[in-house]
């Protein structure tokens, strides 16, 4: 069974000031598992904002950052699919890039601890019930940078499946993006605007009551349209529902 | 000047018809793509084999370029090298003047149309016939342009082509893809056997042999590169292969890639000259055209290896809805927008790094593996860097959210002033998001509020 795993939660700045329920729900699930969870208040962001909109060169210094707060963890977990992919697959690149070995090094050695919170407890931990229970009818929708860059593949929905109570229903096409992408929602609003909107039509269609994934900013996406669309229906991050003990 | 991707997408996302030709199009060729490359074991190993023969090719693309020259002037064929596009025009209007033809028969090539080989041999009063059956039917359409890397009408129905054969060929024509392939092939067979010159690109060029490739479906391919006299070749100097067996590969990878086929209906492989077989002069035009610049970038220059499958705009959620004409290139999709700017220069084309959502569905399916988000952001980077595309208040912007996130005290601090409604946290507020979305409102407590207060810290 379970050693006590020790985790370093890396909140992310978004949820942190804008979702953090979030993170109280991840708290409360790792928690619930036996994992001690702390959180180093020197953490800010993983710059992955900056990266993706050509402003790598103003990254560095966060990726020193990251590993100053977090190189000692035992483990890291995040509850982002795309931010645990920026560490994970975009740092060493970038300490390589910007010349500096020794930073590529030390995030070569820490970038294997760093885990998506549904990689940390089905992967690494073994659990798929987490005690959880949510008298809903939820559809799940697969972020991109978790499912193409971190391939967690069906970890998500192994926890949800054991949610007692739980009415999981398909999302169609579900590993289409929801048209998020960072700034190229604003960029690109349009397009991102027509992407969203055929995601609303195929959640509409499962007549879920709530729209759950793995990444805070997708959410943040997908629960804005749907709020705009006034369509009463919500979105929920996948830690929150795992947290959920409804009856 | 060109719009660029934004604005040239709003125009063709409010078009319903193109919406619908679309979706219909790419969502059949992703999933034919998907059968055929499901049921091949070593698929993986496909793909590396192939980035690894194009990356070594690449990296000494020199030395197997003479090797090509040498191999096809042994076999017969003239090489002539061109260092842009208006000097491969010339070339290839000269052959064609020099046999008194004022016309040519030309297989469906992205070179000719990325150099504008039609425009230009219309310039030296040589008209150029296109005989594949998407690109007859842009052609004969005044005003289109092809929205496509391999169907280059996927933005047309049987409709509108039926619509258009009946005003352009003046023949009765029903819109049945039988009724409409048959008076598309009454009127090339004539050219077929009438005109003396012929124009391809290549999908290949093998160094080792002098042997070029070119896949095809029609078989029009085939007739252009066989009954002429003389046929003419403008081929980009990435196109070229060291030996003719890497040919096993990339011939596996293309058409289950681009079509959705186990194998294409026709592969014409031929070198130089033979006696009483083709045509009695072959001429290979190499076209550099801005590709030994994009050499020079290492990590932009994966774009090179591209083999213009396609796969990458069929997968594509953005140019499933904008089409290819939002480009405003030959080359639309993702990988146009890694490929354009570098060709162009990136002030000719600096909103394309961005016509992505970097879900990275491209670089999934690329069959020859370029990491098509990892190239997007770079040049993103590049446009930053080196243009000056990128407005002040962005520039101001960011580089305040990046003194935002330097110290726990700066950031703590904003995280207050986010609250109230003010500060670089609260500037996402951007009106292009809230126009479709409604922004998520600011809780009273931050999570690391909560956790202060609570145990722990």
């Known amino acids: 069974m379970m050693s006590a795993v020790r985790a370093s939660l890396f909140i992310t700045c978004l949820a942190d000031t804008l979702f953090p329920r979030t993170g109280r729900a991840t708290v409360a699930v790792l928690e619930r598992v036996g994992v001690e969870v702390d959180f180093p208040l020197e953490q800010t962001c993983c710059g992955q904002m900056h990266a993706n909109t050509g402003y790598g060169h103003e990254v560095l210094g966060l990726v020193r950052r990251f590993v100053r707060v977090f190189g000692d963890a035992e483990v890291v977990v995040t509850p982002s699919g795309s931010c645990a992919a920026m560490v994970r697959e975009g740092y060493e690149r970038m300490a390589t890039e910007a010349g500096d070995e020794e930073l590529a090094a030390q995030v070569r050695e820490l970038a294997p601890r760093v885990f998506e919170l549904s990689e940390l407890l089905v992967r690494r931990l073994g659990v798929e019930d987490v005690g959880a229970s949510f008298h809903h009818r939820v559809t799940y929708h697969p972020t991109c940078h978790s499912l193409r860059l971190l391939r967690v593949g069906d970890a998500p929905l192994r926890l949800l499946r054991a949610v007692r109570g739980i009415d999981l229903v398909e999302l169609p096409e579900a590993e289409q993006c929801c048209g998020f992408g960072g700034t190229f929602a604003v960029k690109n609003a349009d397009v991102s605007t027509a992407m969203l909107t055929d995601k609303l039509r195929r959640i509409l269609d499962t007549r879920a009551d709530v729209c759950t994934a793995a990444d805070s900013s997708c959410l943040m996406h997908i629960g804005g349209g749907l709020r705009h669309a006034r369509a009463g229906v919500r979105v929920m991050h996948l830690a929150e529902i795992l947290a959920a003990e409804d009856a | ?457």
């Open chain 2, 1 to 457: 000047m060109k719009a660029g991707f934004p604005q040239a997408a709003r125009a063709a996302l409010a078009d319903s018809q193109l919406r619908r030709n679309l979706g219909h199009a790419t969502s059949t060729i992703r999933a034919k793509r998907g059968r055929v490359v499901g049921e091949v074991a070593d698929w993986e190993a496909l793909r590396a084999a192939g980035a690894e023969i194009k990356e070594r090719t690449l990296r000494h693309l020199d030395v197997h370029l003479e090797r090509l020259e040498e191999a096809v002037v042994r076999a017969g064929g003239t090489v002539h090298w061109a260092r842009d596009g208006a000097e491969a025009c010339a070339a290839v209007a000269e052959v064609a003047r020099a046999h008194g033809s004022d016309e040519v028969i030309k297989v469906k090539s992205l070179l000719s149309d990325e150099i504008g080989l039609n425009d230009a041999l219309a310039g030296a009063g040589i008209h150029a016939v296109e005989t594949d059956l998407a690109e007859l039917i842009i052609q004969l359409s005044e005003g289109d342009s092809q929205s496509h890397i391999l169907v280059p009408a996927i933005h047309r129905n049987r409709a509108e082509i039926a619509q258009i054969f009946r005003r352009e060929l003046g023949v009765e024509v029903s819109d049945e893809p039988d009724d409409l392939t048959a008076a598309a092939r009454a009127h090339l067979r004539e050219k077929f056997l009438s005109v003396r010159v012929g124009v391809s690109g290549a999908n290949f060029a093998v160094a080792e042999t002098g042997h070029v490739v070119v896949v095809e479906s029609e078989g029009n391919g085939r007739m252009c590169t066989t009954l002429p006299e003389v046929l003419v070749s403008v081929v980009g100097i990435e196109k070229v292969l060291p030996r003719f067996s890497d040919l096993e590969v990339m011939l596996q990878l293309l058409p289950r890639s681009s079509t959705g086929e186990r194998m294409n209906p026709y592969t014409s492989i031929w070198s130089g000259v033979s006696d009483g077989d083709g045509p009695r002069e072959f001429h290979l035009v190499l076209l550099d055209g801005g590709r030994t610049d994009v050499l020079a970038d290492e990590v932009g220059r994966a774009a090179l290896r591209c083999i213009r499958c396609s796969a990458c705009l069929n997968v594509c959620p953005v140019y499933e809805r904008t089409g290819g004409h939002a480009y405003e290139s030959i080359y639309p999709g993702p990988i146009g927008a890694i490929l354009t700017p570098q060709l162009r220069g990136l002030d000719q084309a600096p909103t394309l790094p961005w016509a992505s959502s970097l879900c990275g569905a491209c670089y999934e399916v690329c069959p020859v593996k370029i990491d098509i988000p990892s190239i997007l952001v770079h040049l993103r980077g590049r446009v930053v860097r080196e243009t000056k595309a990128e407005g002040l208040s962005e520039r101001a912007a960011m580089g305040a959210m990046a003194r935002v996130f330097a110290s726990r005290r700066t950031y703590e601090a904003a995280q207050r002033m986010a609250k109230l409604g003010r500060g670089p946290l609260a500037g996402a507020a951007l009106r292009p998001w809230t126009r479709s979305r409604e922004l998520p409102d600011v809780p009273d407590q931050t999570f690391r509020e909560w956790w202060k207060k609570e145990q722990r810290g």
